[in-house]
């Protein structure tokens, strides 16, 4: 069984870069076909997929966040992280990491979707002076 766990301030000031980890058990962050995203919810808003990270290392972005977000992994800590620059108030979400296997065709489009397998409970950020 997949598990993933955030990790991160909980408050961060405008302009400031938003930094998150996601701590991954179960499997390894490299084994084939896993696929490794960071999605949030703003409050009183539904859940926005930011970007991710796939078993490879090949890296994607959500068009509407433009250049902010900056996703990595560490594998030998078998973790992912996001940073997202230049934070303002409307950043304020609960963050999540997520994570699907996916072979063959579909799996970018999968993506930006309700199809995840596991999820980490999520963590609030604030973005606050």
């Known amino acids: 069984q997949v598990q993933l766990q955030e990790s991160g301030p909980g408050l961060v000031k405008p302009s400031q870069t938003l930094s998150l980890t996601c701590t991954v058990s179960?499997?390894?962050?490299?084994?084939?076909?896993?696929?490794w995203s960071w999605i949030r919810q703003p409050p009183g808003k539904g859940l926005e997929w930011m970007g991710a990270?796939?078993?490879?290392?090949?890296?994607y972005y959500s068009p509407s966040l433009k250049s902010r977000p900056s996703i990595s992994r560490d594998t030998s800590k078998n973790q992912f992280t996001l940073q997202l620059r230049s934070g303002t108030p409307e950043d304020t979400a609960i963050y999540y990491c997520?994570?699907?296997?996916?072979?063959?065709?579909?799996?970018?489009?999968?993506?930006?979707?309700?199809?995840?397998?596991?999820w980490g409970q999520g963590t609030q950020v604030t973005v606050s002076s």
């Open positions: 997520a994570s699907f296997k996916c072979a063959g065709h579909g799996c970018y489009s999968r993506l930006n979707s309700d199809g995840y397998d596991y």
């Open positions: 990270i796939d078993y490879s290392g090949s890296i």
């Open positions: 179960g499997a390894s962050i490299t084994t084939n076909f896993y696929y």
